[in-house]
């Protein structure tokens, strides 16, 4: 080969491999373009406000109303119930593991636990309805068979190993002549890990508690399977609800044809749904980045 | 000094209370289904059509189904993710347009599954006419896996060291002939590890497929792209959500097999980094 036609390999080459990585644009793009559109379709014949700020959600109904506020309760509660299990939990194994636990603990114990990650959420979905569930029901008086508190804390069980293994990293990378410096002034370990490391540590922690929430959020087939798929309007952790994407999902199993406002409803849904963890991994992302500017 | 030493010791036990508690959750996830699905696990069930009769019922269709999509997944996903992450990592450098690329592809890898089943039903199903077919749910899981392959990918190049690329241009070979010939075949390994790691998390997926309407019963083996066709962890789903506590064996039966797939790959892809890990 000459020089010349080599240099023309060379450039188709990597013209070939940018349109691969602008490709991925083009799937963002995919997103928000079919979101938008089935969205605006659905905001022609439902007033935003009622959407956003109506508290009945029936569309499946003859009497059809569109406030979404009881998916976004049903989502946030679920959510909520998994973030107070994941976040203290998480938090609490990666001082053990960073601060207190041997060397050969710490490589034993971090791949187990993310093989929680790792197990299809229709799995925890079964774990939740059929073992869980029953077994909250022995200690929780009311509890119903379709619930929040059940698939909230399986849930907290799915992002553990995301919030202990990111913020683990976070520790990890704190140098350690601030844990020196901790000692040297007689700090106990306890002192210096709560009180030097996960301070040093706090953008990153908080990027993996964010990116949790996001994956909490988005997550669907628990509580799809376990909360119960009735939108209600509630606080209380034990009773049927139904979740953002939840009602995705139920809409998807029915036979609703394209173009009615019924299957609109999921686009909008998802529109809101997209919005949310968008942001929740704007956020996270920003903070991860400002962490590693801190100690780079 | 009393009150120091105890609060130390008191972290540390809690530390390893909740971590324990962890593990046993695991431990009860995996006993529990192993002890509810081990009777219905037999050469009958996984040679089966599904049926009406909780005791005939198999999962032939649904893990015929899972691994024809995700084989068709994989040949979408890989080619395009590698060939990405190559740009990115080797000819991007640190222009607005790499920068850019690269922030939407972190992003992507945040967005939630079920939204993937949207723009599947939305772009695949619906404009493309592909209806619920084979090669509409492997389209939507290979857009799925693409980003999980790119950073991957990515990562397993960063590895690489940069005296390789350089003693390569040093002997007058071009960009891509190092990139091809140098840089790829060392950072194989950890490429493939990423790449399995990805494909068994959409072997997983159940929500995304639902949404763009793959069916829950299927007494039929997919025969082309264009078939209809349903996959283990919506068989699965299911069967959770019937009633009678002899689907619910069947489920836990499905899900012993589908956990006994993930486990084979997984261990694949640690042997795989295993070995990488020697190499360099």
Known sequence: MNARSRRVVEFIIERALFLCASGTILVTAGIILVLLWETLGFLREVPITEFLFGTVWTPLFYDKHFGVLPLVTGTLLASAIAMAVAIPSGLIIAIYLNEYAAEPVRRTVRPVLEVLAGIPTVVYGYFALLFVTPLLQAIVPGLAGFNALSPGIVMGIMILPLVSSLSEDAMRAVPNGLREGAYALGGTRMQTSLRVVVPAAFSGISAAVILAMSRAIGETMIVLIAAGQQPRLTLDPRVPIETMTAYIVQVSLGDTPAGTLEYRTIFAVGMLLFICTFALNLISNWLRERFREEYA | ?280
């Open chain 2, 1 to 280: 000094m009393w009150a120091k030493r105890f609060g130390d010791r008191l972290l540390a036990s809690f530390g390893f209370l909740v971590t324990l508690l962890a593990l046993i959750a695991l431990g009860a996830l995996i006993y529990d289904v192993v002890r509810d699905g081990m009777a219905r696990l037999s050469w009958d069930f996984i040679t089966s059509y599904p049926s009406r009769r909780a005791e005939e019922a198999g999962i032939l269709a649904a893990l015929a189904g899972s691994m024809f999509v995700i084989s068709l997944t994989a040949l979408m996903a890989v080619p395009v993710g590698i060939a990405s992450a190559i740009y990115l990592e080797e000819y991007g450098g640190r222009g607005r347009i790499s920068r850019l690329i690269e922030i939407n592809i972190s992003n992507l890898a945040g967005v939630p599954s079920i939204i993937y089943g949207l723009l599947g039903l939305g772009l695949f199903v619906r404009l493309m006419g592909m209806d619920r077919s084979v090669l509409a749910g492997a389209s939507t899981l290979a857009l799925l896996a693409l980003p999980v392959i790119v950073l991957a990918t990515r990562e397993a190049l960063r590895a690489v060291p940069k005296s390789l690329r350089e003693a390569s241009y040093a002997l007058g070979a071009t960009k891509w002939q190092t990139t091809w010939h140098q840089v790829l075949p060392a950072a194989l390994p950890g490429v493939l590890t990423g790449v399995i790691l990805a494909l068994s998390r959409s072997i997983g997926e159940t929500a995304p497929l639902i949404t763009i309407g793959a069916l829950t019963y299927v007494p039929f083996m997919p025969n082309s792209i264009w078939s209809p066709f349903t996959v283990l962890p919506i068989q699965i789903f299911n069967w959770v959500s019937r009633p009678q506590a002899a689907f619910a064996e069947n489920a836990a039966a499905g899900i012993v097999v589908l956990l006994g797939f993930l486990i084979v790959m997984n261990a694949a892809a640690i042997a795989l980094r295993d070995r990488f890990q020697r190499h360099l």
